[in-house]
């Protein structure tokens, strides 16, 4: 459906303010960034700033309804007779040669690991981002593989695998954040997250083929 007049302005509202609020949380930090001082940026109020971003941390985390649906997404496009640990596999050893925003690896990834990590409300933020991520995911597999409410497999492989895609994306933005640069990081994660699948194959290798 083509998009409208209204739908349009509203749509390079919200992209406008966003951006402004990018840019200021990587000149100055997200704690020492106030919503009126993005909404002056921006030139709107500060109530239709709070129109289209609930809270300040969705200002920052603009995209994570679409962070949540990754797995579930990757889950769903498995191939026949393919593992879910395979597709994994498959999407980050993907990922990692585009440098995709999905899993962090896109430029400003470091600035975006700094920010984080001076920010404890952030880093809460992305804690309850990771559970809904995991909770998509399970129930996605439980449908998959026709589990039962009570079985646990299907919550235990989601969790198995999301905190190896977090604990790689982590040691990933470590290492940019001392300095490295693209280039030399990228055959570091590609061997770490090819040793990581290798594992998680050993004991879930099989689960939803």
């Known amino acids: ?66 962070v949540e649906d990754v797995p579930a997404r990757v889950a769903l496009s498995r191939g026949e007779g393919e593992s879910v640990v395979a597709a994994f596999r498959r999407d980050f050893l ?56 009570d079985d646990l497999r299907p919550r235990l492989v989601a969790g198995q695998i999301l905190e190896t895609a977090v604990l790689l994306t982590r040691g990933m933005w470590l290492r940019l954040m001392s300095g490295q640069s693209w280039e030399e990081v990228r055959p570091w994660l590609r061997e770490q997250a090819k040793a990581a699948f290798d594992l998680l194959e050993g004991g879930l290798g099989d689960f939803g083929t």
Not at 40 to 62: C, I, M, P, Q, R
């Open 94 to 149: 993907a990922a990692i040669e585009t440098r995709d925003w999905r899993y962090g690896m896109n430029d400003g990834a470091a600035e975006f690991g700094r920010i984080m990590a001076r920010s404890p409300s952030l880093q809460s933020r992305l804690r309850e981002i990771e559970l809904r991520r995991a909770d998509r995911l399970a129930r996605v597999l439980a449908a998959q593989t026709g589990a039962d409410e």
């Open 1 to 66: 459906m083509e998009e409208g007049l209204r739908e349009r302005k509203k749509r390079e509202t919200r992209e406008r303010i966003s951006d402004v609020a990018t840019g200021l949380f990587m000149a100055r930090g997200f704690e020492e960034v106030t919503i009126a001082e993005i909404a002056k940026a921006a030139d709107v109020s500060v109530n239709t700033v709070f129109n289209y971003f609930g809270t300040k941390e969705d200002l920052f985390l603009d995209r994570q309804e679409e």
